[in-house]
T-cell receptor, first 114, second 121 residues
Framework: AQSVTQLDSQVPVFEEAPVELRCNYSSSVSVYLFWYVQYPNQGLQLLLKYLSGSTLVKGINGFEAEFNKSQTSFHLRKPSVHISDTAEYFCAVRVYTGRRALTFGSGTRLQVQP | GAVVSQHPSRVICKSGTSVKIECRSLDFQATTMFWYRQFPKQSLMLMATSNEGSKATYEQGVEKDKFLINHASLTLSTLTVTSAHPEDSSFYIC?????????????????FGPGTRLTVL
């Protein structure tokens, strides 16, 4: 079974400051990794994903994440946040084959303040 | 990117009634769709996996007779909450798997619908 841990339930940050949202996972098999963003009362939008290759993945809206296999982490970063980045962010994993459902972390609320 | 729609976006019903939620993949064929449930300020919990032309696979603890899933075509899956009760009030989100090139492999991606807010009075 897989599990995803997002240690920070809330991250307050000032506009134009950098931010890192942490994600650690546990799995006995290799997994794909994802970050999704959810705006209030909306579904999830894919920010980025790591399938293979370069461990630094660039996504939409200026976000990027780095896969670290030894630390089983997939932290999300943005060098300069905007008010519009205020949302809930979910890290998720999925195994390579077989069960294709996603396992989500508990989410991190990014609150960007002016 | 691919688009997944859900209908209705919001529904309020009386206790004891049944509610049907539709999930459609608009520009790709999805052999697999997933239904998730999200309580306020919590993460998404997988309820069931819906496979076109076959029975859905339910997660442990999810009552299959209460949450009926039908995946009649490659672009439509429905979730029916039967005899709804206030504790069924939640945000229901579907996702559709786009197998990508060559019918699958490791490059498939799930696209999420906008969700349905169910309130049972």
């Amino acid at each position: 079974a897989q599990s995803v841990t997002q240690l920070d339930s809330q991250v307050p940050v000032f506009e134009e400051a950098p931010v890192e949202l942490r994600c650690n996972y546990s799995s006995s098999v290799s997994v794909y990794l994802f970050w999704y963003v959810q705006y209030p009362n909306q579904g999830l939008q894919l920010l980025l994903k790591y399938l293979s290759g370069s461990t630094l993945v660039k996504g939409i809206n200026g976000f990027e994440a780095e896969f670290n296999k030894s630390q089983t982490s997939f932290h999300l970063r943005k060098p300069s946040v905007h008010i519009s980045d205020t949302a809930e962010y979910f890290c998720a994993v999925r195994v390579y084959t077989g069960r294709r459902a996603l396992t989500f972390g508990s989410g991190t609320r990014l609150q960007v303040q002016p | 990117g691919a688009v997944v729609s859900q209908h209705p976006s919001r529904v309020i019903c009386k206790s004891g009634t049944s509610v049907k939620i539709e999930c459609r993949s608009l520009d790709f064929q999805a052999t697999t769709m997933f239904w998730y449930r999200q309580f306020p300020k919590q993460s998404l919990m997988l309820m069931a996996t819906s496979n076109e032309g076959s029975k859905a696979t339910y997660e442990q603890g999810v009552e299959k007779d209460k949450f009926l899933i039908n995946h009649a075509s490659l672009t439509l899956s429905t979730l029916t909450v039967t005899s709804a009760h206030p504790e069924d009030s939640s945000f229901y989100i579907c996702s559709a798997r786009d197998p990508g090139l060559a019918g699958g492999g490791g490059t498939d991606t799930q696209y999420f619908g906008p969700g349905t807010r169910l309130t049972v009075l």
